[in-house]
């Protein structure tokens, strides 16, 4: 009974991302970790890339799409690093890397010709570029302009209204 | 009992007219941008450089020496790959595609790989998010969902009302008019309206909803619908165990016509290839079935699966052996989706919803003359819904038409492309509130409005023209219809906005007649 | 004493049916999504098949059932009868879903 009384509360909740990626990453505690992405409908993420990149300068570290069972356990990288599901355009999950059991050493560093871009959770997005600027300063001056021409005119009809009632 | 009945008729007039001014606008827009996501295929292929090409025989193209690099590439997905044929929703080109990679695009006539402009160029899919409130996120898909079932709620108030009230139709004032327009308009063109309208608010709150429902009919199993749903109505493909001993595949426009003499009804749109290159693989070759409307397109694909080593027939999906509930659900949306359907039964939906369009424009109008008669006669009306109502209504129109425009002149290459052309439009089209409030005439300014709707409308051909370096001969001879029709369209769309801009009245004289006269 | 009060308020015909009222509103948007929902939810049940078949009908008609029977609550003669009708629906189909969600597990 309770049960049933509960879920009637759910009314508007909980279905408004039917298909999101997740990443869940597990520590194997043996200087391994098991890496799994699946869909929150539970669908595993079959072929989604998992890329483990190196915080210094974004060398790739490792990079595998998932298999059939929808996890790989890979060994832990020595140098800091991130772990990074690729589910495609827009579908992106970063999440910073777990360390080994005796934690990082800032002096293994792979090296590479030139630095690379880190990847990032494909949520965010720059808010404040020339455009948005621009443009939002356009629309607050355009409701200004709104509200003073509306006054006015409202001010000339009452003012015609009382004109012609005498 | 007499009395009961005038009560019952007032408050069924009370309850549509309040009903009806507070969703009006709402529900304008969405009929609105959707007449133009009924056109949505032929828009998005006059929006990209990179779909002026000529379409190919789907089974005459290359394949291989397209498909072949890419997904020999290693960081590329191995299975369950989808190649979309050109002719697709119109579209020329021809997409290797998988869940997680971006697209890649080729032209199918030279086999070279296309730029696809992607986020620069957004047009058709933009006119369709305006239709459903996308780009207000989550309110927007509530607001316009409520409003889908606000509609619902006035048409069937609306039919009750014409049953039971003897309705005046002599129409020799404005109010009379409009109220036989409106309701005149709105019981002809009710049936596809509710049919499109109910699967509207299904998918912008029905799906969102559904939570509580889901869980208690599947027992406490899942409160996800699509949990539920989806093995029924989109069945996921069949897993099929790799051999993993490689085998020459049979070239793919081969097994396209196998597939069109196993079931030559069908219109092929999409290829998935399972286990590609391995002794056990497979094409799934789905498509549509014009010959059958209502109960097939959406969720019911008719599909051949055949052996990609020998052609072999493995599985075959016809249009009725989908369970009666993925017919049902297929016949529901049809109307409101069209896939697949033919130019001629989209420009008849797209009339017919037009025409509602301007069933609702009327009734705003009833509303707003109504109100216009509490004003003293000499005294022009000036009030916040009428100024509102111009500026959605009608103000839509020359910040539409600058979108067009926009699309031609913009630079392709420029940073934040579509950010400006959006941003533009939005800022457009407030710009005609602030206009409509400037203009105490709403006549002056509903006819400023149409004209320069009209000339920006003229103006987007040309602008295609000069900046395409095509011409509407050199389209037109090489076959590219899609591209040209769009043009003639928006020609003469402007063309007609420019005729209602010039002959509208604009004197409260010579508006009285216009609205009074036999049109 | 009070709730005889507000029986006769609620249950009193207003003199002209030109107002609606906040009351009659909330009643049919509320009471209508509930009465609807709850209906539909018991109609998968009463389907013969699986809930995972039967579901696609009450579904999509759930919108149509919570307008058609906001417009019957709105346009109800008194305030009581509005509230009755959000009611005593979404109580007997309450029941029913009840009935039927712990008789077939």
Same mark, same amino acid.
């Given at each position: 009974m309770k049960k049933l009384l509960s879920t009637?509360?759910?009314?508007?909740?909980?279905?408004?991302?039917a298909h999101t990626l997740i990443m869940n990453i597990m520590d194997n505690d043996d200087n391994t970790m098991t890496i799994a992405g699946t869909f929150s409908t539970g669908q595993s993420a079959v072929d989604a890339l998992i890329r483990l990149e190196a915080?210094?300068?974004?060398?790739?570290?490792f990079q595998k799409r998932l298999p059939d069972d929808g996890e790989l356990t890979i060994a832990i990288p020595k140098e800091p690093y991130q772990v990074v599901l690729d589910g495609g355009p827009g579908h992106t999950i970063v999440k910073e890397g777990i360390a080994p059991i005796d934690g990082?050493?800032?002096?293994?560093i792979t090296e590479i010709k030139q630095p690379k871009k880190l990847s990032k959770n494909?949520?965010?997005?720059?808010?404040?570029?020339l455009p948005y600027i621009v443009l939002i300063s356009i629309t607050l001056l355009l409701i200004v302009l709104s509200i003073y021409v509306s006054k006015r005119n409202t001010d000339k009809i009452i003012r015609m209204i009382q004109e012609s009632k005498q | 009992m007499k009395e009961t009945t005038i009560f019952l008729k007032q408050r069924l007039q009370r309850v549509h007219v309040a009903a009806g001014i507070t969703f009006s606008l709402v529900m304008y827009l969405a009929v609105f941008f959707g007449i133009f996501a009924i056109l949505l295929p032929y828009i998005q292929v006059w929006e990209k450089?990179?779909?002026h090409i000529e379409y190919m025989d789907v089974t005459k193209i290359d394949y291989a020496t397209m498909i072949d690099p890419v997904i020999s590439d290693? /960081?590329?997905?191995? &299975? /369950?790959i989808q190649i979309t044929l050109p002719g697709?929703?119109?579209?020329p080109i021809l997409k290797v595609s998988h869940q997680f990679v971006e697209p890649v695009y080729f032209d199918? &006539?030279?086999k070279e790989q296309i730029n696809n402009e992607g986020d620069q160029s957004q047009l058709a899919k933009f006119l369709n998010h305006m239709h459903y409130g996308r780009p207000l996120k989550t309110f927007g898909y509530l607001i316009f969902g409520f409003v889908a079932v606000g509609g619902l709620f006035l048409i069937i108030g609306g039919l009750i009302l014409v049953i039971m009230i003897k309705y005046n /139709? &002599?129409?020799?004032?404005p109010i009379s008019r409009f109220s036989k327009l409106h309701r005149k308009i709105l019981t002809w063109v009710f049936p596809p309206f509710i049919i499109i309208t109910l699967t509207g608010a299904l998918m912008n709150i029905g799906y969102t909803a559904s939570a509580p429902m889901t869980y208690l009919v599947s027992k406490g199993e899942t409160h996800r619908i699509f949990d539920l749903t989806s093995p029924i109505l989109f069945p996921p493909i069949q897993n099929v165990e790799k051999q993993n001993i490689s085998a020459d595949m049979l070239p793919i426009g081969e097994l396209i016509q196998k597939a069109s003499t196993i079931n030559p009804a069908i219109d092929f749109q999409k290829i998935t290839l399972i /286990?590609?290159?391995?002794?056990s693989a497979q094409v799934k070759i789905e498509g549509y079935n014009p010959?059958?409307?209502?109960? &097939?397109g959406i969720s019911n694909k008719p599909s051949i699966t055949l052996?990609?080593?020998?052609?072999?027939?493995i599985r075959q999906h016809k249009?009725?052996?989908?369970?009666w509930s993925g017919l049902f659900f297929d016949s529901m949306y049809f109307l409101h989706f069209?896939?697949?359907?033919d130019t001629f039964t989209r420009l008849l939906i797209a009339t017919i919803m037009s025409v509602s369009a301007f069933g609702l424009g009327f009734g705003v109008l009833l509303w707003l003359e109504k109100k216009a008669k509490?004003?003293?006669?000499?005294?022009?009306?000036?009030?916040w819904m009428a100024k509102l109502s111009l500026s959605v209504i009608i103000g839509v129109l020359p910040a539409t038409a600058l979108l067009f425009a926009m699309q031609w002149t913009?630079?392709?290459?420029?940073?934040d492309r579509f950010i400006w052309q959006e941003g533009i439009f939005f800022v457009s089209w407030l710009a005609t509130f602030t206009w409509s409030l400037y203009r105490i005439n709403s006549y002056q300014a509903a006819k400023e409005f149409l004209k320069l709707a009209g000339v920006l409308f003229i103006l987007s051909p040309i602008f295609h023209y000069i900046n395409s370096d095509f011409s509407l001969i050199q389209l037109w001879y090489q076959g590219l219809v899609q591209i040209v029709s769009v043009d003639i369209g928006l020609m003469i769309f402007g063309i007609l906005l420019l005729i209602v801009g010039f002959r509208l009245p604009q004197k409260n004289n010579e508006i009285q007649k216009f609205w009074s006269k036999d049109l | 004493m009070i709730f005889k009060n507000i029986y006769k308020t609620l249950s009193t015909p207003e003199k002209s049916g030109r107002r609606i009222g906040l009351f009659r509103t909330l009643c049919a948007i509320f009471g209508g999504l509930i009465v609807a929902y709850l209906g539909m939810t018991l109609l998968v049940f009463l389907i013969p098949t699986e809930a995972s078949k039967s579901i696609t009908i009450p579904l999509m008609l759930n919108t149509l059932a919570w307008a058609a029977i906001a417009l019957w609550i709105s346009i109800s003669p008194t305030k009581w009868i509005a509230l009755l009708r959000s009611v005593i629906p979404s109580f007997i189909f309450a029941i029913a879903i009840t009935f039927a969600y712990y008789g077939s597990k």
């Amino acid at each position: 009974m309770k049960k049933l009384l509960s879920t009637l509360f759910l009314l508007l909740v909980t279905n408004l991302y039917a298909h999101t990626l997740i990443m869940n990453i597990m520590d194997n505690d043996d200087n391994t970790m098991t890496i799994a992405g699946t869909f929150s409908t539970g669908q595993s993420a079959v072929d989604a890339l998992i890329r483990l990149e190196a915080l210094n300068n974004g060398a790739i570290l490792f990079q595998k799409r998932l298999p059939d069972d929808g996890e790989l356990t890979i060994a832990i990288p020595k140098e800091p690093y991130q772990v990074v599901l690729d589910g495609g355009p827009g579908h992106t999950i970063v999440k910073e890397g777990i360390a080994p059991i005796d934690g990082f050493d800032v002096t293994k560093i792979t090296e590479i010709k030139q630095p690379k871009k880190l990847s990032k959770n494909m949520t965010s997005r720059n808010s404040w570029s020339l455009p948005y600027i621009v443009l939002i300063s356009i629309t607050l001056l355009l409701i200004v302009l709104s509200i003073y021409v509306s006054k006015r005119n409202t001010d000339k009809i009452i003012r015609m209204i009382q004109e012609s009632k005498q | 009992m007499k009395e009961t009945t005038i009560f019952l008729k007032q408050r069924l007039q009370r309850v549509h007219v309040a009903a009806g001014i507070t969703f009006s606008l709402v529900m304008y827009l969405a009929v609105f941008f959707g007449i133009f996501a009924i056109l949505l295929p032929y828009i998005q292929v006059w929006e990209k450089p990179s779909r002026h090409i000529e379409y190919m025989d789907v089974t005459k193209i290359d394949y291989a020496t397209m498909i072949d690099p890419v997904i020999s590439d290693p /960081n590329f997905p191995t &299975n /369950n790959i989808q190649i979309t044929l050109p002719g697709y929703q119109h579209d020329p080109i021809l997409k290797v595609s998988h869940q997680f990679v971006e697209p890649v695009y080729f032209d199918p &006539n030279t086999k070279e790989q296309i730029n696809n402009e992607g986020d620069q160029s957004q047009l058709a899919k933009f006119l369709n998010h305006m239709h459903y409130g996308r780009p207000l996120k989550t309110f927007g898909y509530l607001i316009f969902g409520f409003v889908a079932v606000g509609g619902l709620f006035l048409i069937i108030g609306g039919l009750i009302l014409v049953i039971m009230i003897k309705y005046n /139709n &002599n129409a020799k004032k404005p109010i009379s008019r409009f109220s036989k327009l409106h309701r005149k308009i709105l019981t002809w063109v009710f049936p596809p309206f509710i049919i499109i309208t109910l699967t509207g608010a299904l998918m912008n709150i029905g799906y969102t909803a559904s939570a509580p429902m889901t869980y208690l009919v599947s027992k406490g199993e899942t409160h996800r619908i699509f949990d539920l749903t989806s093995p029924i109505l989109f069945p996921p493909i069949q897993n099929v165990e790799k051999q993993n001993i490689s085998a020459d595949m049979l070239p793919i426009g081969e097994l396209i016509q196998k597939a069109s003499t196993i079931n030559p009804a069908i219109d092929f749109q999409k290829i998935t290839l399972i /286990n590609w290159k391995d002794i056990s693989a497979q094409v799934k070759i789905e498509g549509y079935n014009p010959y059958m409307p209502f109960l &097939n397109g959406i969720s019911n694909k008719p599909s051949i699966t055949l052996s990609a080593v020998d052609g072999s027939l493995i599985r075959q999906h016809k249009v009725m052996d989908k369970h009666w509930s993925g017919l049902f659900f297929d016949s529901m949306y049809f109307l409101h989706f069209l896939f697949g359907v033919d130019t001629f039964t989209r420009l008849l939906i797209a009339t017919i919803m037009s025409v509602s369009a301007f069933g609702l424009g009327f009734g705003v109008l009833l509303w707003l003359e109504k109100k216009a008669k509490k004003f003293p006669r000499n005294i022009p009306f000036y009030h916040w819904m009428a100024k509102l109502s111009l500026s959605v209504i009608i103000g839509v129109l020359p910040a539409t038409a600058l979108l067009f425009a926009m699309q031609w002149t913009l630079p392709f290459d420029l940073k934040d492309r579509f950010i400006w052309q959006e941003g533009i439009f939005f800022v457009s089209w407030l710009a005609t509130f602030t206009w409509s409030l400037y203009r105490i005439n709403s006549y002056q300014a509903a006819k400023e409005f149409l004209k320069l709707a009209g000339v920006l409308f003229i103006l987007s051909p040309i602008f295609h023209y000069i900046n395409s370096d095509f011409s509407l001969i050199q389209l037109w001879y090489q076959g590219l219809v899609q591209i040209v029709s769009v043009d003639i369209g928006l020609m003469i769309f402007g063309i007609l906005l420019l005729i209602v801009g010039f002959r509208l009245p604009q004197k409260n004289n010579e508006i009285q007649k216009f609205w009074s006269k036999d049109l | 004493m009070i709730f005889k009060n507000i029986y006769k308020t609620l249950s009193t015909p207003e003199k002209s049916g030109r107002r609606i009222g906040l009351f009659r509103t909330l009643c049919a948007i509320f009471g209508g999504l509930i009465v609807a929902y709850l209906g539909m939810t018991l109609l998968v049940f009463l389907i013969p098949t699986e809930a995972s078949k039967s579901i696609t009908i009450p579904l999509m008609l759930n919108t149509l059932a919570w307008a058609a029977i906001a417009l019957w609550i709105s346009i109800s003669p008194t305030k009581w009868i509005a509230l009755l009708r959000s009611v005593i629906p979404s109580f007997i189909f309450a029941i029913a879903i009840t009935f039927a969600y712990y008789g077939s597990k």
